[in-house]
Structure formats: C-alpha cells, structure tokens
Antibody, heavy 122, light 104 residues
Framework: EVQLVQSGAEVKKSGESLKISCKAS????????IGWVRQMPGKGLEWMGI????????RYSPSVQGQVTISVDKSIRTVYLQWSSLKASDTAMYYC???????????????WGQGTMVTVSS | DIQMTQSPSTLSASVGDRVTITCRAS??????LAWYQQKPGKAPKLLIY???SLEGGVPSRFSGSGSGTEFTLTISSLQPDDFATYYC??????FGQGTKVEIK
C-alpha cells in the first residue's frame, strides 16, 4: 500500500526550532516529488514547497522561502520540514503529499499524509 | 505568481441537487488543474486531475471541465457524503481559497 505517515503533533514556544517528518512506503521513493501544504486554523490550503528525493532538487513558495527548509533522507525514505525559529503564526496543520506521476515537477497530489499539527505559543 | 479564484465561497444545497463550483486562473494554465475534497479533520482527497480526469475510486457523479483560465467541478446529484470543502489547485502550486458545500 502506498502511504505517507507523518510525525505526531508538536507544541512549541516562539523562537524554538522544529523538524517534522513524513515517511513514505509502498512505492519507488526517489522517483516522485513530495510536497508540504500548510493549513492554518479555519483557513484554506497553502502550497509551501516540494522536493525530489532522487536528486534533492527543491522548490519553495515565495511566501515561505527562507522561513522553512525542506530536506530528505533517502536511506529511511523520509522527507522533513524544518524551522530554525518558530513564530506564533506558524501554528497550523501541515500535510505532506506525493505527486501523482513519477518525475513530474508540476503535478497534482494523489497521496497525502495524515497531517501534523504544530502549535506555537508566544 | 498565478492566482486561483474559486466561486462561490459557500454553497447551500440539498441532497440530489446538481452543484457547480468555478475556479478561475489569473493566466492560462492549459489543463493543469486538480480538484480536491476535504472533510473536517481529514487530509484532502484528490478527485479530478488534468482538469477533467477522474481519479480512481471517485464516484462518477463528480466531473471536471475547462481549460485555459476557467474551470468547473460539477457534482451531478449531491449525496450526504459530499458535504465538504472543495479546492482547486494549479499544478505549479497555488490552491484556490475553497468552496464549502453546506446542507440547505
């Protein structure tokens, strides 16, 4: 079964660092782009960025560029989303999701993780 | 950046109704558009890809059409399980703001 399993909910303080994870299984991990999508409480979906595990190529939305880092560890089939200094405005549900077709940088997301809730208090 | 605008933001409908949601792109995106359904507390689910192709396992009452800058998602006969929020997304990233389908 193709699936993405995300790490558990986090409660942090402003200024702290955080790394959340998304572990893939059931498909050729290095051949598909994986992305991160943010959903602030009561709000819509926001595309944050994508990474290609095959060669570590990464794209970011202008709104999050420099604020987060997307990385991958191919040996354990896991993609990460990382903050060096959290803000209260980072409070949101974060989803990882896989592109539908191998190798395509611009694609729909067909497989989604269950989401990781990040709560940042000031 | 390409902007995606959905209308309406909220839609009240009854079981059995035909429902249409519109998504407009700020510039042409050919057919590179997807539609998702999201229920409260759940991850989004892909319904339609490449503007009009039905994802496997999605009921045939869902259909998508359009190309260029204007797209529509149609539910031919609304079922109780369809009350949810629907998002369009252009393949290069941007999502629409969502359309909540409520019970009338």
């Amino acid at each position: 079964e193709v699936q993405l399993v995300q790490s558990g909910a986090e409660v942090k303080k402003s200024g702290e660092s955080l790394k959340i994870s998304c572990k893939a299984s059931g498909y050729s991990f290095t051949n598909y782009w994986i992305g991160w999508v943010r959903q602030m409480p009561g709000k819509g979906l926001e595309w944050m960025g994508i990474i290609y595990p095959g060669d570590f190529d990464t794209r970011y939305s202008p709104s999050v560029q420099g604020q987060v880092t997307i990385s991958v560890d191919k040996s354990i089939r896991t993609v990460y989303l990382q903050w060096s200094s959290l803000k209260a405005s980072d409070t949101a549900m974060y989803y990882c999701a896989r592109h539908r077709l191998e190798g395509r940088e611009e694609e729909a997301f067909d497989i989604w993780g269950q989401g990781t809730m990040v709560t940042v208090s000031s | 950046d390409i902007q995606m605008t959905q209308s309406p933001s909220t839609l009240s409908a009854s079981v059995g109704d035909r429902v249409t949601i519109t998504c407009r792109a700020s510039q042409s995106i050919s057919s590179w558009l997807a539609w998702y359904q999201q229920k409260p507390g759940k991850a989004p689910k892909l319904l339609i890809y490449k503007a009009s192709s039905l994802e496997g396992g999605v009921p045939s009452r869902f259909s998508g059409s359009g190309s260029g800058t204007e797209f529509t998602l149609t539910i031919s006969s609304l079922q109780p399980d369809d009350f949810a929020t629907y998002y369009c997304q252009q393949y290069n990233g941007t999502f629409g703001q969502g359309t909540k389908v409520e019970i009338k």
